[in-house]
DNA sequence: GATTATACAGACAGATCTGTCTATTTTCAA
DNA sequence: TTGAAAATAGACAGATCTGTCTGTATAATC
């Protein structure tokens, strides 16, 4: 994330440009519906324009290709991800078993909202299929830091064998997002929580 | 792995024509190889027959389109698929438990293959999301075919509550192939290997 | 030998793809 | 008001995409 040549705004602490920035901004966002709706190859850089109402050469002055484009539309994601992912863990007071078991909340909210269409990162994956791509690469570290998370939640409840259960979980999580996404219902991650805490209960014995 | 023209072989009880299964056969075998590795939009026809060593109207003789293609090799795989999984999990006799397990054996196995490259069926459903889709149809067909040969082991099994069981046990299995293809690592199977005993041991009490 | 199937090579249409370039207009600060 | 920066439209190159078409070659069958 870069920030560039500030205007106006003079007084903030966080001195941004606004057209450049909003540009760019409205080309990620543009960009990341269409990648989600339709897939990256699918996806052509005159659509993306076409709907975002930018011209070509912005696009190229901001990314130089569209790979990087859709590097940073990753990146961008991934934020708004684990953002959003740790505001609702925190969100309520909850015993640390019972925190674990929200994160499967957060998961049923997800996959039953309108918008859901899989896990955008999976997608990118599964295109971009070669280990060292480097948008395979930036989707898993997403994934990786959402491990990380799960699993931060499972050693602040101080279950014995911390690794062995968040990596169950998480595996339980991701399964669930293909199945909701494949059948277009949310059920599959109903089960999921009900799994995570058959698990959760076997873990602290 | 096409067998080619067989020629001679005169005798046989079913007659079908020779030459032009064995174009057909081909162009499958290719289709898969590069759909599997390359994804279904970054392959081209064009590529398809180069491989193959098959001429552009005999694709389009076999099939209408691009689209029927894909949805024969779709076919075409999951058949191998199934029978391939039903002859791993009956090759030895095993207690029921013991059988259901057996399942994340073959799991283990296939993402620890050189060739494993995620799930054929996820990555068509990932390109084509639209649940409407005839393609995102056939693999939802397959993943659906998958789950009731899990729910036919734990209904063997005797388990009560099979259904729940089984939609469980299909979770781990399906976040292990992402998670495998994801990292390049086995470790993932063997961990939903792990958690599938866990729900096993719990849903015998 | 004649007929019919199948497959061939390769040109072609028409669309679309990414990325480059130029020339013009807008924006906005100084 | 002036001048630099940013964005514009739109042509363009060159590649690639799916699908069509023609005419020819091969081979089995009658």
Not at 13 to 30: F, G, N, V, Y
Not at 51 to 67: I, N, P
Not at 83 to 101: G, H, N, T, Y
Not at 186 to 196: G, K
Request: glycine share 4%.
């Amino acid at each position: 994330m870069s920030l560039l040549s500030p205007v106006k705004e003079s007084s903030a602490s966080t001195r941004r440009p606004r057209q450049r920035l909003t540009k760019r901004d409205q080309l990620l966002e543009t960009a990341w519906q269409l990648f989600y709706r339709n897939g990256y190859h699918a996806t052509g850089i005159d659509r993306i324009l076409a709907d975002a109402g930018v011209a070509k050469m912005t696009l190229y002055k901001h990314f130089r290709s569209k790979e990087e484009l859709i590097l940073a539309v990753l990146e961008k994601r991934s934020d708004q991800f684990h953002e959003s992912f740790s505001r609702f863990i925190r969100a309520k007071k909850r015993a640390p078993e019972r925190q674990l078991l929200a994160a499967f909340d957060w998961l049923i909210t997800w996959v039953s909202s309108k918008e859901f269409r899989g896990c955008f990162f999976q997608k990118a994956m599964a295109e971009y299929q070669d280990l060292h791509d480097p948008i395979h690469q930036a989707a898993l570290a997403h994934k990786a830091t959402f491990y990380g998370e799960i699993r931060r939640l499972v050693v602040e409840s101080s279950f014995p064998n911390s690794k062995t259960l968040a990596d169950q979980l998480t595996l339980l999580v991701e399964g669930a997002i293909v199945y909701s996404h494949a059948t277009g219902s949310p059920m599959p991650a109903v089960q999921a929580r009900e799994a995570a805490w058959s698990l959760i209960k076997n873990a602290r014995r």
